[in-house]
């Protein structure tokens, strides 16, 4: 009789560990980190947070899957990463100021009228939930959403502020800043005297050349014979050239934005576009045009050997500066001077001459003259 006993005792633990078994992938209605979510337990946490909360079974669904998130994934790396709240902070995002609440309780209880956070607001809300148990259940199921809330942004922000390093990396770092070397050196006092305590001769710096050719090495002297060929334009060349300068300036009266045209096809591109005073224009321009006008297109002029194209946007007067454009410089003589003097004014107009010739400024030497 004890053996039949102890034999059915054995085959009721048999049959408890066979009805425990795993649940089937067709229960799951998620895997969340490896575990599985049952489709009993997540109706029967909906159910419970749609009593507690009052909210629709849609939005329970949401904030239950929330939940499982939080607890299963979220968690687990809070606790590595030694992120949390004190109960004073966790009671701060709901009944603290407005530079410590949370973020949704600024929407909450914000007064749109005054547009300020509505201070009696929470403040009817907290007696009321000394009344009402069902309020304080919502309440405290809040503060649990904000707090749960509250770390996942501060673990969210220490990851984008972190850096990932290795092992190795770290290892690396920790031998470098705490690494010690032991050096033996040698110290050769000198001082520093000048060159002109020392005056050698001619002789005496050939003989060091010559006794130390490799310490004063000296390049090679290379000669070399060449022909220069000038490059010239033929008659075609500078046709062609004229020719495709006309079209471009055609080309630029039609474009819709003269700015954008001028950038397409200018050497530098330019942000803005100064003005220019008239000293600084092509002095072949007042020649041709004595009276430019705003949004005019002007050009070729050649000034040595650049080809310049003008459009005129804008005229602006400005009181304060002086321009003086010459093709002459006049030396004045009167007819009842001296052979003296007219000879000195012959003299200073022929260094004039010779100075333009050596490559001065034509404008600056008329300014002076």
């Known amino acids: 009789m004890r053996y039949f006993s102890l034999f059915s005792l054995f085959c009721l633990l048999c049959l408890q560990v066979l009805a425990q078994k795993k649940p089937s992938p067709t229960d799951c209605v998620g895997i969340i980190a490896g575990k599985c979510i049952t489709l009993q337990e997540f109706e029967e946490a909906v159910r419970e947070e749609t ?3 009052g909210v629709s079974e849609k939005q329970a669904r949401e904030i239950v899957w929330n939940m499982y998130l939080y607890d299963l994934v979220f968690e687990p790396e809070l606790k590595k990463a030694s992120i949390s709240l004190t109960p004073k902070q966790q009671e701060a995002l ?6 410590e609440v949370h973020p949704s309780v600024l929407e909450n209880f914000h007064d749109q009228e005054n547009n300020r956070f509505d201070t009696p607001k929470r403040q009817r809300l907290r007696e009321k939930m000394q009344k009402d148990k069902a309020t304080q259940q919502r309440v405290e199921s809040f503060m649990k959403s904000l707090v749960k809330d509250k770390l996942r942004s501060d673990y969210e922000q220490m990851m984008a502020n972190s850096t990932y390093i290795t092992r190795a990396e770290a290892l690396r770092e920790i031998q470098d800043m705490t690494a010690k070397a032991r050096i033996r050196y040698l110290f050769v006092p000198y001082e520093q005297m000048p060159d002109s305590l020392f005056a050698p001769t001619e ?5 060091k050349l010559q006794e130390n050719p490799k310490a004063y090495p000296t390049r090679e002297d290379v000669v070399l014979e060449h022909i220069a060929l000038p490059i010239i334009p033929t008659k075609a060349d500078t046709s062609k050239f004229m020719q495709q300068t006309r079209d ?3 080309e ?3 474009a819709s934005n003269p700015f954008e045209y001028a950038n397409k096809h200018n050497e530098h591109e330019l942000k803005e576009f100064p003005y220019k005073s008239m000293r600084e224009l092509p002095a072949e321009f007042f020649r041709k045009y004595p009276k430019p006008y705003r949004g005019g297109f002007f050009g070729p002029f050649w000034e040595g050997k650049q080809c310049i194209l003008l459009y005129l946007h804008d005229i602006r007067k400005d009181s ?22 007219k000879a000195k004014v012959r003299k200073e107009a022929e260094d004039v001459l010779n100075k333009l010739k050596a490559g001065a400024d034509f404008v600056e030497m008329a300014k002076k003259y």
């Open 51 to 53: 009593k507690r909360s």
């Open 94 to 99: 709901l009944w603290g100021d407005s530079t």
């Open 203 to 207: 002789e005496e710096l050939a003989k």
């Open 248 to 250: 471009l300036m055609r």
């Open 252 to 254: 630029w009266k039609l």
């Open 320 to 341: 304060s500066v002086s321009v003086v454009r010459a093709s002459h410089i006049f030396f004045r003589v009167g007819v009842n001077e001296t052979d003296e003097k």
